[in-house]
């Protein structure tokens, strides 16, 4: 994972490169939730997202929802990071797992789906029944 951020990392710090992982996760969030997410204090984050809506990686906009609230989305240039990171990670990944033999992969994925089944996180099959 380190080395896939390395080149993110030229561009953005780590605090703004979570900013960027948590917005293309979920989409608009109101400042509030953005804050709450990475445990940072509403008051001076609204500062920080300045300088990242100000280098261009994120944009603000009215909630449709409520005329007090304002929505945080990332901006082209911050999905861009984003993209270029993930795209990073999932090429060393396969590598990685390429030069392990079957039944090493076999037992990466049973361990995976163990810690997955301790966390509560739903099976495959009933994501791709919710459309996830």
């Known amino acids: ?6 080149e993110a990392l030229e561009t953005v710090t780590l605090p703004q ?5 948590v917005l293309a996760s979920s989409g608009p969030l109101p400042i509030g939730a953005v ?24 944009a603000r906009s009215p909630s449709p929802g409520s005329r007090r609230e304002i929505l945080v989305q990332l901006a082209e240039k911050g999905a861009r990071i ?5 795209q990073r990670r999932r090429e060393s ?3 990685i797992l390429g030069r392990l033999g079957p039944s090493e992969r076999a ?11 301790a966390a509560g996180e739903p099976s495959p099959e009933t994501m791709l029944t919710m459309g996830l």
């Open 17 to 21: 490169f979570r900013v960027l992982v």
């Open 82 to 86: 984003v993209h270029e990171a993930t």
């Open 35 to 58: 804050a709450a997410r990475l445990n940072a204090v509403p008051s001076t984050f609204s500062r920080f997202l300045d300088r990242m809506e100000d280098a261009g990686l994120v």
């Open 1 to 6: 994972m380190a080395t896939s951020v390395t």
């Open 107 to 117: 037992a990466i994925v049973a361990a995976l789906d163990t810690f997955s089944a």
């Open 93 to 95: 990944m396969a590598e």
